[in-house]
């Protein structure tokens, strides 16, 4: 029930409908739902994927406008699933949120 997580979303959701960019913002909002889990592991891999991902996703010209506008309605729903316990919608969310970079990368 964090309130930083309503801001980032909201944040997410203005910048895509604006076109902009939104890596901070997202970076964010993933790091915030780890921080509870105490699962440095977990928060370190996310991390190192972050790196990796901001330097890969400017080379691969990507996202696209319909792209920033699709992940970032899968942030809400992210964050809806994770909040009702809804354990299929959850991972039908991530799916949502990686169909973008999945599709550039093959």
Avoid: C
């Avoid at 915030?32 to 890969?56: C, G, K, M, S, V």
């Avoid at 406008?65 to 970032?72: G, H, V």
């Amino acid at each position: 029930q964090d309130p930083e997580l309503d801001t980032l979303v909201d944040n997410i959701e203005h910048l895509a409908s604006q076109g902009k960019l939104y890596t901070d913002q997202d970076r964010r909002f993933h790091t915030r739902l780890l921080e509870p889990l105490d699962n440095h592991l977990y928060l370190h891999l996310t991390e190192a994927f972050w790196a990796i991902h901001t330097l890969t996703v400017p080379l691969l010209d990507a996202p696209k406008l319909e792209d920033l506008t699709s992940t970032a309605k899968a942030h809400r729903a992210m964050l809806h699933a994770a909040r009702t316990g809804n354990i299929p919608a959850y991972h039908q969310a991530i799916t949502q949120h990686y169909t973008p970079l999945l599709a550039v990368l093959t």
